[in-house]
């Protein structure tokens, strides 16, 4: 049984920084791709970032511009996604998501393992 389990998050003021982690198990072969969403109210979820943990090829999306950054952890086997100058338009609840993927890595649609999500609030 794939399991994931999300932590961070919270409040923080414009300018500040954030650290998502997530732990993925139950995977039964390493291809599978880790990748963080978000969701802001009234918004669909978009892509931000992701890992293919076999070899740890890292894809981004556009919007992302040098303020998040995702990175691993083989000691603890997580996932990491360090946000920087956060902005208010940043608030949303983010998502850790896994699965086999092959080719569009940050299309919510081909993940089928999702963590509860955790809440980002950036305030003025």
């Known amino acids: 049984e794939v399991q994931i389990e999300e932590s961070g998050g919270g409040l923080v003021q414009a300018g500040g920084s954030l650290r998502l982690s997530c732990r993925v198990s139950?995977?039964?072969?390493?291809?599978?791709?880790i990748a963080w969403f978000r969701q802001a109210p009234g918004k669909e979820r978009e892509g931000i970032s992701c890992?293919?943990?076999?070899?740890?090829?890292?894809y981004y999306s556009n919007f992302v511009k040098g303020q998040f950054t995702i990175s691993r952890d083989d000691a603890t086997l997580m996932v990491h996604l360090q946000m920087n100058n956060l902005k208010p338009e940043d608030t949303a609840v983010y998502y850790c998501?896994?699965?086999?993927?092959?080719?569009?890595?940050?299309?919510?649609?081909?993940?089928?393992?999702w963590g509860q999500g955790i809440q980002v609030t950036v305030s003025s």
């Open positions: 998501a896994a699965d086999w993927v092959r080719t569009y890595y940050l299309n919510p649609l081909e993940y089928d393992y």
């Open positions: 139950g995977f039964t072969f390493d291809d599978y791709t």
């Open positions: 890992m293919k943990w076999n070899d740890g090829t890292t």
